[in-house]
Structures are given as structure tokens and as C-alpha cells.
């Protein structure tokens, strides 16, 4: 039987949205927006979040030549953006903050950089401390049995130690190039430290990590082996814990899942990983926000669910931690009116506390940044994918 956080979505809704989409604003009275623009280069894919010192707003992309450009926003309505950094021919996957400086988790984006997967570090100038190899080892192109090739991945930071978690494709002895999962250790200098694995779920999807104040956790969603909603935790000494594992149901043919990967927090309450899954209701059909959180101790909900609308359809879900609390924003589907996005408040337990509200995102918003204060802050954009100046609105949403 589903868990059902809250009866229904149906509050009072704002002008041009459905009646189940929104409730008042209590929300926007406590969020502070600063607009801004990128440099004058075409950009490549999302901008990153990480919360930088003093307030300020660590921000990586990608632009059209290849490189990785690292930039500190600062704090207020009207920020100064900075250059702190970049990294030429790499692809940029994630970026960490540590009270010192940054890291960053990065692939490489042509054929003038070995292949494979690289963690570098810097402090908060911009100078480099080191540039280590993520696993491994890599090929740029499968040509035997065994050959893998690194694809990208999400970095953890524990205060001693880093988590790379990445896709890999890897050739096996049918000729076939299938895709999974692998996860590296290194210590804070970039040194391996024991522990991890070089194939795990397959096919996996949308790999997350975080550190919940004692352990590595990963969460990812596979189609094939095992086919479902996976949760690994990890110590920083490199003992692997027993899985979490959810079982996708209604499953529809070889390789499909009903389930799709949000994202995956963690603090000293413990980790949450926010999911969309369409609860057996058909697989191109609706789909509904669920949570899953994992305690301290290692025990875990079972799945949470923020919706439950049969009417429309929920996609992008998001998560981060939000003061004591979470905060969960995403998008619906609800023809004919446009897409729109929303967000909630919610403990750990799983009970709403304020929302759902309508927020300003879209294509530009990728992930949530929370900020040593516990203030939530999100990028949104009116020019994705275009040529030229990038003008974006940072908002922070500030603890009530």
C-alpha cells in the first residue's frame, strides 16, 4: 500500500495555474533573487552549483572551446561575478566545495586529453593543488574484452576523503558495449584509497553521491541488473554496507524502468534520494514524486510519496536540504496549460510543511545548492542553449 504524505495537491491555486497546482506564496517572502550574466561565449550544457565562502556562489559550465570555466558570484542583489579558474579539454561532470577551496570531478572532452576520469583540486584563488586520475584504468576506445571507458559521474566530499561515483562503458565477451556503474575513493591529497568497484548496476542512471556525515551514500536507478531504485553506502574507510534496494514494479520489456532518478542529499539526519515513478500505472504513462529517506543507523523508509495526481503528470524532481528540513521542487505537466514548476517543504519524515508554490525554473535549473547557513539557492534562465551573453536569476530561498 502507498505511503501518502499528504491527502492531495488541491490548494487554492494562483492566477493562470490549475486548482492543484499551487497554494499561496509564505515561500516568496523569504526569497531573495540576483540576476546576472555569463561571459560572452557559448555555453554548453547546465551551470553547476556549489556554495562558496563568504556567502558567495560557486558556479561551472562549459563553453564552446572545450573548457571547463570555474566562477565565484558574489553575495547580494546586484553580484559581481569572477573567473576564479578553468580546466581546457575536459568536460566538466561535478564540483565540490570544502571550507578551503573546491574540487572538481571532470572527463575528458577531446583528443587532446588522456581519457578517463580526473579529480582536481584548487583553492579558492584559483591555484591548482593537485590533478589526480579518477579509476581506471581507462581506454578511449573499447577494443577488447574488459576495455572501459569512463562516462561521467557525481563527486562527494566527507571533510577527509572523495567519492567519485561514474558510469562506465565497458566491452564484454558477446561484442557488446553495456553501460554501469563504478565508484572510486581518494583521499584528500588525490591518493586511491581502498575500497569501491569498477562495475555495479546496469544500466544505470542519473548516479548520485553524497556524504551523510559518516558514510558515502550513492543512489542510481537501473533497467537491467538489478532493476529498480539502488541505494549503496560506503565508509570512508572503504567498507561497503549492505544495499537498499527498491524493486521497480510494472515493469514494461527488456531494459525499461518506471522509475527516474532525482537527486540524492545527505546530512546528519541521514540521506534522501527524491525519484519520479509511476507507481504501476503504465510506463509512458503518469508518474508521481516520491522520497525514500535512510536513517543514521541504516534503517529506511519506505517510499514517501509528495504527489499522488492522477490527473497530471510530474517530472524533475530535485532535492536539497533546507535548515532541519527538505526542500523538493518539480515540474508538471498539466495540458493545456505549460509546464510549470513547484516547490515543497517537507521534514524527514516525509510531511509537507509548506507548498506546494509555484517557482521560477526551467531549463537552466539544474541542481539545488544548499549553503552553510541552510539557505536553498536555484539558477533560472530566459536563454538556454543560445549563443552570446547568459543572463540568469540566482534565487535563494532563505531559512524561516
Keep these: ?7 492531495l495537491i488541491t490548494i487554492t491555486a494562483l492566477e493562470g495555474l490549475p486548482a492543484h497546482g499551487v497554494s499561496a506564496a509564505p515561500l516568496a ?4 533573487v540576483a540576476t546576472f550574466t555569463l561571459p560572452d561565449k557559448e555555453i554548453g550544457g547546465r551551470v553547476t552549483l556549489a556554495a562558496g565562502p563568504d556567502g558567495q556562489t560557486l558556479l561551472a559550465w562549459m563553453d564552446s572551446g572545450h573548457t571547463a570555466q ?31 577551496g573546491f574540487a572538481v570531478l571532470s572527463g575528458s572532452a577531446s583528443e587532446k586529453s588522456e581519457p578517463g576520469g580526473f579529480l582536481t583540486s584548487f583553492d579558492w584563488s584559483g591555484r591548482q593543488l593537485f590533478d589526480a586520475r579518477v579509476g581506471g584504468p581507462w581506454t578511449r576506445q573499447a577494443k577488447a574484452v574488459g576495455d572501459q571507458q569512463y ?7 566527507s571533510g577527509q576523503a572523495y567519492a567519485a561515483y561514474f558510469n562506465v562503458l565497458q566491452l564484454y565477451g558477446d561484442g557488446a558495449v553495456h553501460q554501469g556503474d563504478g565508484l572510486a575513493l581518494l583521499d584528500g591529497q588525490g591518493r586511491p584509497i581502498k575500497g569501491g568497484w569498477r ?14 556525515g559518516k558514510r558515502f551514500v550513492t543512489a542510481t536507478v537501473g533497467d537491467a541488473n538489478p532493476r529498480g531504485l539502488v541505494i549503496d553506502r560506503h565508509a570512508e574507510t572503504g567498507a561497503r554496507e549492505p544495499r537498499i534496494f527498491f524493486p521497480a514494479t510494472g515493469v514494461r520489456g527488456d531494459n525499461t524502468v518506471p522509475v527516474v532518478m532525482g537527486e540524492l542529499v545527505a546530512a546528519n539526519q541521514g540521506a534522501a534520494v527524491a525519484f519520479i515513478d509511476d507507481d504501476d500505472r503504465g510506463f509512458w504513462g503518469l508518474h508521481d514524486v516520491g522520497l525514500v529517506v535512510v536513517r543514521p543507523d541504516g534503517t529506511h523508509s519506505e517510499k514517501l510519496w509528495i504527489t499522488e495526481t492522477d490527473e497530471v503528470n510530474e517530472r524533475q524532481a530535485r532535492l536539497a536540504v533546507y535548515g532541519e528540513n527538505l ?53 533560472a534562465g530566459d536563454n538556454a542553449g543560445r549563443k552570446g551573453p547568459r543572463t540568469l536569476r540566482l534565487y535563494r530561498l532563505h531559512v524561516q
Design 199 to 212: 562495475w555495479g548496476v546496469s544500466h544505470s542512471f542519473g548516479v548520485r553521491s553524497a556524504f551523510d
Design 327 to 379: 526542500f523538493v521542487t518539480y515540474a508538471i505537466d498539466d495540458k493545456p496549460h505549460p509546464t510549470h514548476f513547484v516547490g515543497v517543504v517537507v521534514d524527514w519524515q516525509g510531511h509537507i510543511i509548506d507548498g506546494p508554490e509555484a517557482l521560477d525554473m526551467n531549463r537552466d535549473t539544474d541542481r539545488l545548492v544548499t549553503y552553510p547557513n541552510g539557505d536553498v539557492g536555484w539558477l
Design 151 to 157: 562516462w561521467g559521474g557525481s563527486l562527494a566530499w
Design 1 to 7: 500500500m502507498r505511503h501518502l504524505i499528504t491527502a
Design 70 to 100: 570555474i566562477a565565484l558570484l558574489g553575495a547580494g542583489s546586484a553580484p559581481s561575478l569572477r573567473v576564479v579558474t578553468s580546466l581546457s579539454n575536459r568536460r566538466l561532470n561535478d564540483v565540490v566545495a570544502r571550507p578551503d
Design 29 to 32: 517572502k523569504a526569497m531573495e
